[in-house]
């Protein structure tokens, strides 16, 4: 369990707040590719870290991400014309570079307080289908992330966002908890449980495929340095003759701080973002791609996660609709014959993040060992932002993300887990041991 105090030190994360710093000191994700402007276009209004913000392209393709409100009066710069290399606000006609100097007063003839302002601007990026900014403190500005996707074709990676009126911790820790997948996943995860047997999903793209039964994996973490990753070790079903196998289980999930994780399928890896837009809601923005760079099957991918039901999920606005008027999309007549009533697996997860709250109480939990990874990553969250608070760097914040991968494979019992990521580096040091 945790302290209100803590939980309210990990789920705010606007101007001024602990964890906000910490956010600010990575470049996130914002938006999509194609909600980045062309030149000379619309602008995109954004909030992130719960500041309101427009992204704009100027003349000469540079991209500029400012606060929303004109420096003048604060009239939304989304309204603007963007024009010769900047953006101009419509109201009295001050216009902004893409680096936040002031370029015309208009209303205002002495020059000397074009000198004196700067509209706040943060430093972004275009890769891998998104738009990435940094908002923390200029001279800790860290080296721009290289995600191993980033070299794939396009068309073979899938990019998405969703968002939801939920705390980005709540997403954050169900991606986290592996024990939820052979439970709340059933159906897909062990399809026979109904009858009791265990009969393995051959669907190699699929997130929530197990190649076991077991409920209860032992979880083995430790600290990189980006974060952890943690082995969820599960019993293969015994031999014919009743033995032990000479295998057994191994998922290795990479959780990269400060809010992001890799979700292995057999067969594809599912990298995925939860960016705070404000304390009570989030974006998840999500990259899909085999480890191999191969074709994908974008509409099966969007099937599995539930994203087609149009109920739940707007196809134009990717606003997550479920409440619980509708029970977050459950049926359930169906579970008389599935597991939850709610279909794919995104849209379970959802489910169960928003039934929590806005912000989940957490000084009331009864943790177990099952929650060693949920219990390592709050931890880390609140070690940065001590270490911000102190001036010093952020758990993860320069760390080579690479060569990050996930794994499912069914390993010999003797095996070092670690010997399937070779890419994730130990950290130097570690935190003390849950006491889940």
């Known amino acids: 369990m945790l302290s209100t105090a803590d939980n309210e030190l990990l789920c705010r994360v606007g101007p001024g707040t602990p964890m906000g710093a910490v956010f600010r000191r990575f470049w996130n994700p914002i938006c999509m590719s194609d909600q980045v402007p062309t030149v000379d276009g619309t602008p995109t209004r954004l909030e992130i870290l719960g500041e ?26 989304a309204l603007g014309r963007v024009e010769d290399g900047g953006i101009r606000c419509l109201f ?24 004196r302002v700067r509209a706040t601007a943060y430093p972004v990026r275009e890769a891998g289908g998104f738009a990435w900014a940094y908002m923390g403190p200029p001279d800790r500005e860290p080296p721009f992330p290289q995600w191993r996707y980033f070299d794939f074709p396009g068309a073979h990676v899938r990019t998405i966002r969703l968002y939801a ?4 911790v709540q997403q954050l820790e169900g991606g986290t908890d592996t024990s939820h997948v052979g ?26 495929t197990l190649a076991t039964g077991d409920l209860a994996p032992e979880l083995d973490v430790e600290d990189t340095e980006f974060g952890f990753h943690y082995a969820a070790i599960r019993e293969l079903p015994a031999e014919p003759d009743g033995a032990r196998p000479s295998r057994h289980n191994v998922r290795v999930v990479p959780v990269i701080m400060p809010s992001t994780r890799i979700i292995p399928a057999p067969a594809m890896q599912y990298l995925i973002f939860e960016i705070p837009v404000n304390d009570t809601r989030t974006v998840t923005f999500g990259a899909t791609y085999r480890l191999d760079g191969g074709p994908i099957d974008v509409w099966k991918l ?10 739940l999920l707007c196809p134009t606005t990717f606003e997550y609709l479920g409440t619980w008027d509708d029970r977050f999309g459950q049926d359930r007549d169906a579970m008389k014959t599935g597991w939850s009533g709610i279909h794919g697996v995104a849209m ?23 929650d060693k990874a949920v219990v390592r990553a709050r931890r880390q969250l609140m070690e940065s932002a001590r270490r911000v608070a102190a001036g010093d760097d952020p758990i993860g914040v320069d760390a080579d993300v690479s060569r990050l991968i996930a794994i ?29």
């Open 52 to 77: 309101r913000l427009v992204l704009f392209r100027g003349t000469d393709g540079r991209l500029g991400l400012l606060d929303e409100g004109c420096l003048h009066r604060g009239a939304s710069l």
């Open 92 to 115: 009295h006609g001050w216009k902004f570079d893409a680096d936040g100097t002031v370029q015309e007063t208009p209303n205002h003839r002495d020059p000397r307080l074009r000198q």
């Open 165 to 168: 009126n939920v705390n980005y």
């Open 183 to 208: 439970i709340l996943h059933s159906n897909v995860a062990r399809p026979a449980w109904m009858t009791g047997e265990f009969r393995a999903n051959d669907d190699a793209d699929n997130p929530a």
């Open 302 to 311: 969007n099937e599995l996660g539930g994203r087609h039901q149009t109920h």
């Open 348 to 370: 379970e997860d959802l489910a169960i993040s928003m039934s929590q709250g806005a912000i989940a109480d957490r000084s009331r939990e009864v943790l177990v060992a099952a």
């Open 408 to 436: 499912d494979e069914n390993t010999p019992r003797d095996a070092r887990w670690q010997a399937l990521v070779p890419g994730h580096r130990a950290a130097a040091h570690t935190m003390p041991a849950e006491e889940a």
